[in-house]
């Protein structure tokens, strides 16, 4: 079992940078990689897929945040540097994974993750 927990978040102003971290319970890189994940979900809103990273380093992110987020991994973490923030980034941020598709490719579905991190709050102000 995978066991996922953030940290990093806070409160900034407009066009300031924070980077979220989750560790992961097990080794995560490759050979063993599996589709990894960052998430956000506002007040009222849904949850919705910000950036994932599979086997070979392949990102994806969605279009709101390409240019200002980076996601990363290590052996044993998941990385999500977020620059130039915006208000409209305020929101509860998780790490997610799927330790039983390794090698498979990521998507920004959320159904495809079935381990999740608690989550960390990330708010910007004006």
């Known amino acids: 079992q995978v066991h996922m927990v953030e940290s990093g978040g806070g409160s900034v102003q407009a066009g300031g940078s924070l980077r979220l971290s989750c560790a992961a319970s097990?080794?995560?890189?490759?050979?063993?990689?599996?589709?990894l994940a960052w998430f956000r979900q506002a007040p009222g809103k849904g949850r919705e897929g910000v950036a994932c990273?599979?086997?070979?380093?392949i990102t994806r992110y969605t279009d709101s945040v390409k240019g200002r987020f980076t996601i990363s991994q290590d052996n044993e973490n998941l990385y999500l540097q977020m620059n130039s923030l915006k208000p409209e980034d305020t929101a509860m941020y998780f790490c997610?994974?799927?330790?039983?598709?390794?090698?498979?490719?990521?998507?920004?579905?959320?159904?495809?993750?079935?381990?999740w991190g608690q989550g960390t709050q990330v708010t910007v102000s004006l």
């Open positions: 997610a994974a799927n330790p039983d598709l390794r090698g498979a490719y990521c998507s920004l579905a959320e159904g495809l993750y079935n381990k």
């Open positions: 097990e080794y995560i890189a490759s050979p063993y990689s599996m589709p």
């Open positions: 990273i599979h086997r070979d380093g």
